[in-house]
C-alpha cells in the first residue's frame, strides 16, 4: 500500500494568515494526489484534484503544488470557513490511501 | 443537481452484518464509480472499496477482502455496502462517494452512515 504522511497534525493560525500543509507519499504517485477539507459532523470536500487543479466552486486562496513525492497545500489569507481538517488522499493505486489529517484551529 | 442520500444510522450486535444503501440521483447512475470511505470517531478517513454500476465490477482494499460486500440495482440507482462479521472496532460514520469523470476525485459524497457495533 501507498503511505502517505501528512504535516503537521495540527495547526494554529489567525484570519489572514497564509497556511501550508504538506504530504509526501511513500512511492511516486505521479500527480494523482487530492485534497479533501472536512468540517466537524459533516462528508470531506473535494478542493483539488491532480495535485493542483482547482475543484469547480473552490476559491482561489487554496492551491496545491507538487514536488517529487512531496506535495503542498496552500492557503492564502485564511477565512473563518477555513477552519476545517484537511486531508490529502492518493488515486494513483489501490488501495486508495488518505493522510492523517491537519486540523487548522484558530489561532 | 448531483445528490447521494444513505440510510439512516443503524446499531448492531458483534458478529452481526450490517448494510448500508447509498441512493444516487442528478446524474446518469451508471457513469461513475462509487466508493466507499469510513471514519471511525474522532479518526482519519479509510477506504474501503469501489464499484462499478455499470458492469458492478469491484475493488476492496484487502483490509476488508472477505468481510466486505458492494453491490448496486441499476433500477433503483442505489449502491449497498455490506460489511460482516462485526467488531466494536467498525464503529464508524460510512460515507459514499462518486468519483468524478475528469477530475477522478471524490466530488459528491453522501451525508454519512453512522454504524454503531455494541453489545
Known amino acids: 500500500d501507498i503511505q502517505m504522511t501528512q504535516s503537521p497534525s495540527s495547526l494554529s493560525a489567525s484570519v489572514g494568515d497564509t497556511v501550508t500543509i504538506t504530504c509526501r507519499a511513500s512511492q511516486n504517485i505521479g500527480s494523482d494526489l487530492n485534497w479533501f477539507q472536512q468540517k466537524p459532523g459533516k462528508a470531506p470536500s473535494l478542493l483539488l484534484f491532480a495535485a493542483s487543479s482547482l475543484q469547480s466552486g473552490v476559491p482561489s486562496r487554496f492551491s496545491g503544488s507538487a514536488s517529487g513525492t512531496d506535495f503542498t497545500l496552500t492557503i492564502s489569507s485564511l477565512q473563518p470557513e477555513d477552519f476545517a481538517t484537511y486531508y490529502c488522499q492518493q488515486s494513483y493505486s489501490t488501495p486508495l490511501t488518505f493522510g492523517g489529517g491537519t486540523k487548522v484551529e484558530i489561532k | 443537481q448531483v445528490q447521494l442520500v444513505q440510510s439512516g444510522a443503524d446499531v448492531k450486535k458483534p458478529g452481526a452484518s450490517v448494510k448500508v444503501s447509498c441512493k444516487a440521483s442528478?446524474?446518469?447512475?451508471?457513469?461513475?464509480?462509487i466508493h466507499w470511505v469510513r471514519q471511525a470517531p474522532g479518526q482519519g478517513l479509510e477506504w474501503m472499496g469501489e464499484?462499478?454500476?455499470?458492469?458492478?465490477?469491484?475493488t476492496y482494499a484487502p483490509k476488508f477482502q472477505g468481510r466486505v460486500t458492494m453491490a448496486r440495482d441499476t433500477s433503483t440507482s442505489t449502491v449497498y455496502m455490506e460489511l460482516s462479521s462485526l467488531k466494536s472496532e467498525d464503529t464508524a460514520t460510512y460515507f459514499c462517494?462518486?468519483?468524478?469523470?475528469?477530475?477522478?476525485?471524490?466530488?459528491?459524497w453522501g451525508p454519512g452512515t453512522l454504524v454503531t457495533v455494541s453489545s
Open positions: 464499484i462499478s454500476p455499470r458492469g458492478g465490477g469491484t
Open positions: 442528478g446524474y446518469t447512475f451508471t457513469s461513475y464509480y
Open positions: 462517494a462518486r468519483r468524478g469523470g475528469v477530475t477522478n476525485g471524490l466530488d459528491n
